[in-house]
């Protein structure tokens, strides 16, 4: 019998890990060699249906309809655009823009982003205080 011990430390506290290994236990696993037999036969399915796949103009803007509902259909694509950023790509290339205009955009894009971020944090902080009943 084996013996590793890990220690971890967490917002000041230090935490004891132990795990005991079984110098007789079987080597091994018959469940992990079933997952990995399963993962690879998978992996080869996946990839052989890739290199099958033809990429044309239409091959990411492709919607299987099933029973015949087309509104279903068109609700996927549209989804599946959005997630694409299509939308907001076709809107934002409408007209010309000049680059200081662009610029300022994209500065504007990142100051938000950042922003976002950091009252994320702070609103986190503030849960965490009031978890601790402070």
Do not use: C
């Not at 399963?38 to 099933?66: M, N, P």
């Not at 409408?94 to 994209?106: A, I, N, P, T, V």
């Amino acid at each position: 019998m084996a013996a590793i011990r890990f220690n971890s430390t967490s917002e000041g506290r230090t935490w004891a890990t132990s795990i005991q290994i079984d110098a007789h236990a079987p080597k091994s696993n018959p469940i992990m060699e079933n997952i990995d037999a399963l993962w690879k036969r998978h992996s080869e399915i996946f990839e052989s249906e890739r290199l099958l796949t033809a990429r044309d103009a239409y091959s990411g803007r492709t919607v299987e309809i099933q029973g015949g509902d087309i509104a279903l259909g068109a609700k996927m694509l549209d989804k599946m655009l959005a997630q694409n950023g299509v939308p907001r790509d076709w809107f934002q290339n409408r007209r010309h823009k000049q680059k200081g205009d662009e610029r300022r955009r994209l500065k504007s894009l990142r100051h938000r982003r950042r922003f976002k971020h950091e009252v994320g944090k702070m609103v986190q902080l503030v849960q965490q205080i009031r978890r601790r009943g402070s």
